[in-house]
């Protein structure tokens, strides 16, 4: 089973970057997961967001927020529109649905014409 992080969408923000003080350098990049496995793909609800300096390219966690941040943030996370979830069965499990029900047909034809 695959889970891949897609990402959705990436702004940047007009902040200050904490570690080297860059402006507009930092940008946050929203992910979003999906399952793939042979037999289905579903994208989940579940959305990841991290915060990166193009300049100094340091990963900016929580901890180093600044009130500032923080706020942009708050506002990208409340702007950000995730991609519907969805699932999607692969033409593998058609098969196997199609194989299994042509396979109980057959097994009630059997037993009805005996
Ligand atoms: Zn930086």
């Given at each position: 089973m695959?889970?891949?992080?897609?990402?959705v969408?990436?702004?940047v923000?007009?902040?200050?970057?904490?570690?080297?003080?860059?402006?507009?350098?930092?940008?946050?990049?929203?992910?979003?997961k999906?399952?793939?496995t042979?037999?289905?793909?579903?994208?989940t609800?579940?959305?990841?967001?991290?915060?990166?300096?193009?300049?100094?390219?340091?990963a900016?966690?929580?901890?180093?927020?600044?009130?500032?941040?923080?706020?942009v943030?708050?506002?990208q996370?409340?702007?950000?529109k995730?991609?519907?979830?969805?699932?999607?069965?692969?033409?593998?499990?058609?098969?196997?649905?199609?194989a299994?029900?042509?396979?109980?047909?057959?097994?009630?034809?059997?037993?009805?014409?005996?």
């Open positions: 695959a889970e891949n992080l897609v990402t969408k990436e702004v923000l007009n902040n200050n970057c904490p570690v080297c003080y860059a402006k507009g350098s930092l940008l946050i990049t929203f992910k979003q999906v399952i793939e042979k037999f289905y793909k579903s994208i609800s579940e959305i990841n967001h991290d915060i990166n300096c193009k300049t100094c390219e340091s900016i966690y929580p901890v180093q927020w600044t009130n500032d941040i923080e706020r943030v708050d506002y996370k409340r702007a950000f995730p991609m519907a979830t969805s699932t999607y069965i692969k033409k593998t499990s058609w098969i196997i649905i199609t299994v029900v042509l396979v109980a047909i057959a097994i009630v034809a059997v037993l009805f014409f005996m």
